[in-house]
């Protein structure tokens, strides 16, 4: 999805979540549990939240998230699932190439991002300004890979992600993790592996929030 405009992105988004009920499941991404499972209690920033599955899960662990997301209809279907499990996250409808962090965080979150890589650079500078000096940044991607060699994920390779990409883009971050990872698929339309990229990064403690 490819749209430049506000209204264009959230009615794309809007009426994906509205017809098709939870795209991904319930349950976090695999990769999120994979890696931050042992990440101690703190403050998140869950970026491109969805349908907040990755922020139930993560204030279900005893940390204070703030989930932000362009689709008001992802984020209704957000705040139902977090009081269904008997948790509290600030659910944040907004624009991530409009919105603008006005604090840090000791954990940033960005799952499967689809945005050209000019608005991709963008959204990832915000991110890097939302991290606390010594914090993290944990991203998971769907693999320019995955369109030749994988399942499922975007058709387009505009919004798809390498490992240069990421190494690239947070630069200034010592990076922990950097892997090109496999997620098992089955549906109705595909089964298979899809290719993912992840990464956890963190921010030297001796540098600004700015980044």
Not at 84 to 95: H, K, L, Q, R, S
Request: net charge negative; no cysteine.
């Amino acid at each position: 999805m490819t749209e430049h405009t506000k209204d264009d992105r959230q009615g794309y988004w809007n009426e994906r979540y509205a017809q098709r009920g939870m795209l991904w499941g319930a349950e976090a991404n695999q990769f999120v549990v994979r890696y931050l499972a042992d990440f101690p209690p703190g403050t998140v920033l869950d970026l491109a939240s969805g349908q907040g599955r990755n922020a139930v899960w993560l204030a279900a662990r005893g940390h204070i998230v703030t989930a932000v997301d362009v689709s008001s209809v992802a984020a209704a279907q957000a705040a139902r699932v977090a009081e269904e499990t008997g948790v509290e996250v600030n659910f944040v409808t907004a624009d991530l190439l409009e919105w603008e962090p006005d604090t840090v965080y000791d954990l940033v979150v960005l799952s499967y991002l689809q945005v050209p890589s000019e608005l991709r650079r963008a959204v990832h500078e915000k991110a890097i300004r939302a991290v606390a000096p010594g914090g993290a940044v944990f991203v998971v991607a769907h693999h320019l890979d995955n369109l030749e060699h994988g399942v499922g994920g975007p058709s387009d390779a505009t919004v798809l992600f390498t490992e240069e990409d990421l190494a690239e883009d947070f630069a200034t971050f010592d990076i922990e993790v950097l892997e090109r990872v496999l997620r098992h698929v089955e549906s109705e339309e595909v089964t298979g592996d899809a290719i993912d990229v992840a990464m956890l990064a963190r921010k030297p403690a001796d540098v600004t929030s700015s980044g």
